[in-house]
C-alpha cells in the first residue's frame, strides 16, 4: 500500500549573507554579488514567531540556517539560545540546525541545547565538488555528516541536481548517502540565477523525476525531502514528485527564494490525495 502521508519541514534563514566560501551555485556566497538579503542573526523574537506560524500550518521540522562555512563558537551559542527558546514555546517542533561543518563537541552541545538533527548536505559526488566549489572539500562535509552521527542527532543530509554533474556523479553521490543512511534527505534542482557562475539551465521535468526515482532506490527507509527547485522544474503540477518517491517537503519561502504560501503548498498536497502528518515519528 501506497503511504500517503507527507512531512511538512520549513526553513528559517537566520543568518544570511556574505559568506566567504565559493560555492557556485549558492546565492549566498559573497564572491556572485546576488541581490539577497543579508542579515546576522535574526532576532529570537522573530525566528519564535516564524515558528510559531510554520507550525500552525502543520510544520513538524524547523530549521534554523546560517550561511558560512563552518559553525563557529558565537554561531553554536546562539543557535542553541534559538532552540532552547522553541522548545520552553512548547510548540512540538522537531528542531534542525544548519551551519556548515561542525566538530563533535559543537554538535553535542546543539543537542544538549536542545536541537534533535543536524542537515549538511553532501551536494554532489566527491569527484565533482572541485568543479563547483574550491574553498573547502567534499571530505569536510563528509566529516561532518559523521560527526552528527557520533553526536547522537538525527542526520539530514543531500545534495543537488543540475549543477552539470553526470548520472556517474548522482550514483556516487547516492552511494555515499547510502553509507550515511540520513532519517531525511532534501532533494534540491539547481535554481538558475544570473549572478552565478553556473550555465542558465533547469533540469527537465523527466531528468529530475528520474533523480528522485533513483534517490528512493538507494535511500529507501529515508524521508526524501524535496526542497528547492521544485516550483522552477515542476510548477504548479507537482504530484508525479510524490509518485516518484517523495514523502517530505519543505513548506513556504526557502533560503533566498520565495516559495508558495505555506497554506497553498498544503492544499495542493491534499488535493493529490495525501495527508499531512502530524507526528515526526
Ligand atoms: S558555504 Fe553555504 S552559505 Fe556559503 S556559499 Fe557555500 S552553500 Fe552558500
Redesign the pocket.
Known amino acids: 500500500m501506497i503511504n500517503r502521508e507527507i512531512f511538512l519541514c520549513s526553513i528559517c534563514n537566520v543568518s544570511s549573507g556574505d ?5 557556485k ?5 559573497a ?1 556572485y554579488g546576488a541581490q539577497i538579503q543579508r542579515y546576522k542573526f535574526k532576532s529570537i523574537d522573530k525566528i519564535l514567531k516564524e515558528a510559531r506560524t510554520l507550525r500552525e500550518y502543520g510544520a513538524l521540522g524547523f530549521c534554523l540556517v546560517t ?3 563552518s559553525l563557529e563558537s558565537d554561531k553554536c551559542e546562539y543557535i542553541a539560545k534559538a532552540a532552547q527558546a522553541i522548545k520552553e514555546a512548547n510548540l512540538n517542533l522537531h528542531i534542525i540546525a544548519c551551519c ?1 561543518s561542525a566538530d563533535l563537541d559543537s554538535l553535542k552541545y546543539l543537542k544538549k541545547n536542545g536541537v534533535d538533527s543536524y542537515n549538511h548536505n553532501l ?1 554532489t559526488s566527491k569527484a565533482f565538488f572541485s568543479h563547483i ?1 574550491t ?2 572539500t567534499w571530505i569536510e562535509r563528509f566529516e561532518t555528516c559523521e560527526n552528527t552521527l557520533k553526536a547522537e542527532l538525527g542526520l539530514c543530509s543531500g545534495g543537488i541536481f543540475g549543477l552539470g554533474e553526470s548520472w556517474g556523479d548522482r550514483i556516487e553521490l547516492l552511494k555515499h548517502l547510502q553509507i550515511l543512511s540520513p532519517h531525511s534527505s532534501p532533494i534540491n534542482f539547481y535554481i538558475a540565477n544570473e549572478a552565478l557562475p553556473l550555465p542558465m539551465q533547469t533540469l527537465s521535468q523527466e531528468e529530475a523525476l528520474e533523480c528522485v526515482q533513483l534517490a528512493r532506490e538507494f535511500l529507501p527507509n529515508t524521508r526524501l525531502m524535496i526542497a528547492g527547485g521544485r516550483e522552477a522544474v515542476f510548477g504548479n503540477y507537482q504530484k508525479p514528485l510524490f509518485e516518484a518517491g517523495i514523502n517530505a517537503v519543505v513548506l513556504g519561502d526557502y533560503l533566498t527564494t520565495d516559495g508558495k504560501a505555506p497554506k497553498d503548498d498544503v492544499a495542493m498536497i491534499e488535493s493529490y490525495g495525501y495527508i499531512a502528518a502530524t507526528n515526526c515519528h
Open positions: 559568506c566567504p566560501e565559493d560555492c551555485y549558492c546565492t549566498q556566497s564572491h550561511a558560512g562555512r556548515g551536494e566549489c574553498t573547502h
